[in-house]
């Protein structure tokens, strides 16, 4: 039997207040140390929700590598709100293409959003993973070229959309790896 549609992976079903972090959506800046984290906020309860959101930025998978933290005080209307965040981190790690055959050397972070209500109660939270770089196309001698982070990259990549055999939707882990190592040896 192929999966050739429906649900392909993990589903989560998560039960909130009425008040709940809706979206988080990180954008990148041309100084890539900098980014603005818009935090979407629902309110079903009908009446203005007070409390504070809380932002820390921290590396992917280690809570307690903070580059960057900061609390606010909101009040979130019965038609939800949103938030902004002008996030300035100088130590955090670009995300950069990875070295040959490694992989690991994406330096991502996460976004992690804590809203407490005023007596202190969470009332939801929610993480975003993303990295700190900015990709840009420049132009030298009339040639258009692409950058990531100010540096000159070449975006090569295996051609191998189509069928995958055991399962006809999405590649195993084994064939996803086979086709990043024919990428790195392109």
């Known amino acids: 039997v192929h999966g050739f549609g429906g649900i392909t992976g993990p589903v989560t079903v998560k039960i909130t207040d009425d008040t709940r972090i809706k979206d988080i959506y990180v954008q990148n800046k041309p100084n890539p140390k900098k980014a603005d984290v818009f ?3 629902e309110n079903l309860s009908g009446n203005n929700q007070e409390g504070t ?3 820390t930025i921290h590396e ?3 809570p307690t590598k903070i580059a960057w933290k900061s609390d606010s005080d909101i009040t979130i209307p019965s038609d939800g709100a949103e938030i902004i965040f002008n996030v300035y981190a ?3 790690k670009l995300w950069e293409l990875a070295g040959h055959r490694t992989f690991k050397q994406s330096n991502l972070y996460e976004a ?3 809203f407490l209500s005023d007596d202190g109660k969470i009332l939801d ?3 975003q993973r993303f990295g700190f770089r900015w990709f840009d196309i420049g132009q ?3 040639d258009k070229r692409f950058y990531l982070n100010g540096k000159r990259v070449f975006i090569i990549a295996a051609m191998t959309r189509g069928f995958w055999p055991k399962n ?8 996803a790896k086979r086709d990043m190592e024919i990428l790195v040896d392109l």
């Open 140 to 142: 030298k001698n009339g």
């Open 112 to 114: 992690s959003v804590v």
């Open 53 to 55: 959101v809380s932002l």
């Open 39 to 41: 935090i979407t906020f």
């Open 90 to 92: 100088p130590d955090a």
């Open 60 to 62: 992917y998978g280690k």
């Open 125 to 127: 939270s929610a993480k």
């Open 168 to 175: 006809g939707i999405f590649a195993t882990p084994e064939m």
